[in-house]
């Protein structure tokens, strides 16, 4: 059904209108929360990965596109309210990225111990904060051979908007969990079997074209977040540490951009 909305305020749409997305994640406590996706490429990802729509918020005149079309169709009953931009914009607090939102509830995670039992190259987040370079990391992860994704509870949520937008809805297609709370993650990979490989600038590092990285068949590479890096408990606790070569008197890359080197190094060859 279209239901137009002219008002803000309006409490048909407060999911999108009231809440920011950390307080998304706790809407229906004790049940599963919601999240907001954007961009019909994010919302048909989302759709494929069985997450339940629960609204769509479109544009005036979005539906009459063939992409938006053909989301509407697919999602059968669920509600479409529909507004004139310059209010979609004033709720968004930016401009909408090719006319339409959805509101979905958050799908369940996998078990930590059944995803790197399934899993021969794993990608570790451990408090990387920003949801660009989580996105950005998910979209290089998906594309480079890497088998599923583990996330320390101080990253940023991989189904925050910003963060599905920037991965091109690949964090809906790319298993991943959180560490289990309590759990040491270098020791729940090292009882699957893996070798652990830290990317960090670090005087005992080699470099990521080092043979020994690849002498274990199943590896898991740990990133951590701008400025802060790598925990030193995590780095006690690693097989390796590894270090992209620099030229030009640069240390380092961007977290997201040395994933994608790493990735393409250790797994996507």
């Not at 910003?162 to 809906?172: I, L, W, Y």
């Not at 309590?182 to 080092?210: Q, R």
């Not at 620099?246 to 977290?255: E, I, R």
Request: glycine residues 10%; proline residues 6%.
């Amino acid at each position: 059904m279209l239901i137009k909305i002219d008002d803000i305020g309006d409490e048909r749409v407060s999911v999108y209108t009231r809440y920011n997305e950390p307080q998304l994640v706790h809407y229906n406590e004790p049940g599963p929360g919601i999240f907001i996706a954007e961009t019909p490429m994010v919302i048909e990802r989302a759709m494929d990965r069985g997450a339940k729509i629960l609204s769509f918020f479109i544009e005036d005149g979005a539906a009459e596109r063939p992409e938006v079309a053909g989301l509407l169709e697919r999602a059968g009953s669920a509600d479409v309210f529909s507004a004139p931009l310059q209010v979609i914009n004033r709720i968004t607090g930016f401009n909408l990225t090719r006319g339409v939102l959805a509101a979905f509830l958050r799908p369940a995670l996998p078990d930590a111990a059944g995803l790197i039992g399934s899993s021969r190259y794993i990608a570790v987040l451990e408090d990387i904060v920003n949801p660009t370079n989580v996105g950005a990391i998910f979209r290089s992860a998906a594309a480079l051979g890497i088998d599923s994704v583990l996330i320390t509870h101080g990253s940023s949520d991989p189904f925050y908007r910003r963060a599905t937008r920037v991965s091109m809805g690949t964090v809906f297609q790319l298993p991943w969990t959180y560490v289990p709370a309590g759990c040491d993650p270098i020791s729940l990979l090292h009882e699957g079997g893996f070798s652990v490989i830290a990317m960090e600038l670090a005087d005992n590092a080699v470099p990521v074209t080092d043979p020994v990285l690849r002498s274990s068949e199943k590896r898991a590479l740990v990133f951590g977040a701008e400025g802060a890096g790598i925990s030193q408990k995590t780095l006690d606790g690693c097989d390796h540490i590894a270090v992209i070569p620099m030229q030009g008197g640069v240390d380092s890359l961007n977290v997201a951009a040395s994933s994608a080197v790493a990735f393409w190094e250790l797994c996507g060859r």
